[in-house]
T-cell receptor
Framework: EAGVTQSPTHLIKTRGQQATLRCSPI?????VYWYQQALGLGLQFLLW???????NRGNFPPRFSGRQFPNYSSELNVNALELEDSALYLC?????????????FGPGTRLTVL | GENVEQHPSTLSVQEGDSAVIKCTYS??????FPWYKQELGKRPQLIID?????GEKKDQRIAVTLNKTAKHFSLHITETQPEDSAVYFC?????????????FGKGTHLIIQP
């Protein structure tokens, strides 16, 4: 069974630009979570999508947005990039709405903002 | 929202000794507590999880204990080996059916000394 995949592996942007990150969940999983892992800050919850809907977001500004497609893959968009957006962005998937389902992580996209 | 504190931030033990990592959480409604291991440059991997209806769970050399009254849970690794060297994250799910994603501790860097 294929795991969670993310693309691209690395992304380099300059301040003010937009970044688009992609995630494909494990087959059969309907929930996709996005986390930001900045140096020294651990993993911070960004967004949760399930069945094509944004279910909730963490304490991040509106320039962090995304969507989930009919095949349950997901896209994270970061607009008006700032230097502090440099981080590893991790996607996780789980099956269904019940929050105790195990979350499986992808390898991440390393975003560098210059 | 949920807040998870993790200690220590760095733990160095001799190979063959035991290691204990402790976490506390703030939301008494949380009832799912996973532990992830993240090796350098790799994705977080679930190593064990516990749900609130049990007080202890074991899987070979790894065990997790949960004290819901005190709102703390711990990871125990016995007979440590060099491959146990990694960063370990505890997490808790907040109330609300998954809407908050997972709240993570800031991580413990476990170093196994030969």
């Amino acid at each position: 069974e294929a795991g969670v995949t993310q693309s691209p592996t690395h992304l380099i942007k300059t301040r003010g630009q937009q970044a688009t990150l992609r995630c494909s969940p494990i087959s059969g999983h309907t929930s996709v979570y996005w986390y930001q892992q900045a140096l020294g800050l651990g993993l911070q919850f960004l967004l949760w999508y399930d069945e094509g809907e944004e279910r909730n977001r963490g304490n991040f500004p509106p320039r962090f947005s995304g969507r989930q497609f009919p095949n349950y893959s997901s896209e994270l968009n970061v607009n008006a990039l700032e230097l502090e957006d440099s981080a590893l962005y991790l996607c996780a998937s789980s099956g269904g709405l019940w929050y105790t389902d195990t979350q499986y992580f992808g390898p991440g996209t390393r975003l560098t903002v210059l | 929202g949920e807040n998870v504190e993790q200690h220590p931030s760095t733990l160095s033990v001799q190979e063959g000794d035991s290691a204990v990592i402790k976490c506390t959480y703030s939301d008494s409604a949380s009832n799912y507590f996973p532990w992830y291991k993240q090796e350098l440059g790799k994705r977080p991997q679930l190593i064990i999880d516990i749900r609130s209806n049990v007080g202890e769970k074991k899987d070979q050399r790894i065990a997790v204990t949960l004290n819901k009254t005190a709102k703390h849970f711990s990871l125990h690794i016995t007979e440590t080996q060099p491959e146990d060297s990694a960063v370990y994250f505890c997490a808790a799910s907040g109330a609300g059916g998954g809407a908050d994603g997972l709240t993570f501790g800031k991580g413990t860097h476990l170093i196994i000394q030969p």
